[in-house]
């Protein structure tokens, strides 16, 4: 069975850093573009980064600069380095598969206070 554990998450204050992790089991990860979302309370599930299976990179403008996404495919982990962090990145965050989405996990919870 697919398995996606996002966890790393907690409360900072702004400025703060966060490291989440996405651990991946149930398919070939290293074959995977792989992304981050979060969804803001009240809000929709919204694009955070990708890498891609070659190690390229992509991010959301509110987040570049910031955020820093990463990959290592021997322990089928992603991970998303979040420095500077502002009150606007607080979320439920959630790792997934860029091509061909799979059952969302639980998420792991982001706060960020002023």
């Known amino acids: 069975q697919v398995r996606l554990v996002e966890s790393g998450g907690g409360l900072v204050q702004a400025g703060g850093s966060l490291r989440l992790s996405c651990a991946a089991s149930?398919?070939?990860?290293?074959?995977?573009?792989m992304g981050w979302y979060r969804q803001p309370p009240g809000k929709q599930r919204e694009w955070v980064a990708t890498?891609?299976?070659?190690?390229?990179?992509n991010y959301a403008d509110s987040v570049k600069g910031r955020f820093t996404i990463s990959r290592d495919n021997a322990k089928n982990t992603m991970y998303l380095q979040m420095n500077s962090l502002k009150p606007e990145d607080t979320a439920v965050y959630y790792c997934?598969?860029?091509?061909?989405?799979?059952?969302w996990g639980q998420g792991t919870q982001v706060t960020v206070s002023s």
């Open positions: 149930g398919y070939i990860f290293s074959a995977n573009a």
């Open positions: 890498i891609t299976t070659g190690g390229t990179t």
């Open positions: 997934n598969r860029v091509w061909g989405t799979l059952n």
